[in-house]
């Protein structure tokens, strides 16, 4: 198969931009992924407990999710294990 070099570099660009982007400005990138993260959460239940849609830094992340160990979060876990979703 043979692939026009023109249409493979706008390809290959179009794959990498996002990477570049990201190296470009790595606080604004991780602050994305945290809000992509974040919206996902406040779907669920543990992430409406704490208000997952209402954080808008990181400090504010740090606060309503706090480092734990498993058992704090073993009747989460239970709960996905026994088959609930949310």
């Known amino acids: 198969m043979n ?4 249409v ?3 390809m290959l ?9 990201a190296i470009a400005d790595p606080t ?3 602050d994305g992924v945290l809000h992509h993260l974040l919206q996902d959460y406040a779907k669920t239940d ?11 830094t990181l400090s504010d ?6 480092a734990g ?3 704090d979060f073993r009747p989460a876990i239970q709960k996905v294990m026994a088959g609930e979703e949310k």
């Not at 692939?3 to 023109?6: G, N, R, T």
């Not at 543990?46 to 808008?56: D, E, K, P």
Request: proline fraction near 8%.
């Open 3 to 6: 692939i026009d070099p023109q």
């Open 8 to 10: 493979a570099k706008q």
């Open 13 to 21: 660009t179009a794959q990498l931009q996002p990477w570049h982007t």
């Open 28 to 30: 604004k990138a991780q």
């Open 46 to 56: 543990y992430g409406a407990q704490h208000g997952a849609g209402n954080i808008s």
């Open 61 to 66: 992340y740090r606060n309503a999710f706090p």
């Open 69 to 71: 160990t498993y058992d």
